[in-house]
T-cell receptor, first 112, second 114 residues
Framework: AQSVAQPEDQVNVAEGNPLTVKCTYSVSGNPYLFWYVQYPNRGLQFLLKYITGDNLVKGSYGFEAEFNKSQTSFHLKKPSALVSDSALYFCAVRDRTGKSTFGDGTTLTVKP | DVKVTQSSRYLVKRTGEKVFLECVQDMDHENMFWYRQDPGLGLRLIYFSYDVKMKEKGDIPEGYSVSREKKERFSLILESASTNQTSMYLC?????????????FGPGTRLTVT
């Protein structure tokens, strides 16, 4: 069965600094990988996906994610964090049966 | 504007009641999903559906069933509600070309079972 690990419950960064939210995965076959964001008191939103192709995927709100097959990682990144990026972030992997598995989530706090 | 709507934002039910959670999407999507979200546990897949009258079990289907009689509507049923089913329930949909992952989420239903 596939699995997703987000090793950090909490990530704190200063506004303007680069941010990274980590994700590693385990799945049989080629992975389909996703990042989602949940802002306070708002619904879950899709950020970006990796299906195939370029290892660097660009998504919404200036976020990007780097797929690394050898390290089975899919870390979310942003060059310059904003206070408004503070939210709960989820990584997810889909297997070939269609089942999507989510990580436990990482709370990102960006301080001014 | 894309929309996934859920019938209730907040719901309080008693133990043993049969509970229906409704989800409707207006995007003609084939794929629909039901997740529950609990602090520290992320989102866990209950059931998903690739088409009308089709359903597949997710990771935690026990105590739940689903119905998809029309493409736009995916219902989650708690046959006999229990306190451990108190949770936030999220519905999602996606078109088939997103490799099957959920794309649009509803606002969620916070269910409390007393």
């Amino acid at each position: 069965a596939q699995s997703v690990a987000q090793p950090e419950d909490q990530v704190n960064v200063a506004e303007g600094n680069p941010l990274t939210v980590k994700c590693t995965y385990s799945v049989s076959g080629n992975p389909y990988l996703f990042w989602y964001v949940q802002y306070p008191n708002r619904g879950l939103q899709f950020l970006l996906k990796y299906i195939t192709g370029d290892n660097l995927v660009k998504g919404s709100y200036g976020f990007e994610a780097e797929f690394n097959k050898s390290q089975t990682s899919f870390h979310l990144k942003k060059p310059s964090a904003l206070v408004s990026d503070s939210a709960l972030y989820f990584c997810a992997v889909r297997d070939r049966t269609g089942k999507s598995t989510f990580g436990d989530g990482t709370t990102l706090t960006v301080k001014p | 504007d894309v929309k996934v709507t859920q019938s209730s934002r907040y719901l309080v039910k008693r133990t043993g009641e049969k509970v229906f959670l409704e989800c409707v999407q207006d995007m003609d999507h084939e794929n629909m999903f039901w997740y529950r979200q609990d602090p520290g546990l992320g989102l866990r897949l209950i059931y998903f559906s690739y088409d009308v009258k089709m359903k597949e079990k997710g990771d935690i289907p026990e105590g739940y069933s689903v119905s998809r009689e029309k493409k736009e509507r995916f219902s989650l049923i708690l046959e006999s509600a229990s306190t451990n089913q108190t949770s936030m329930y999220l519905c999602a949909s996606s078109p088939p070309n997103l490799a099957g992952g959920p794309r649009y989420f509803g606002p969620g239903t916070r269910l409390t079972v007393t």
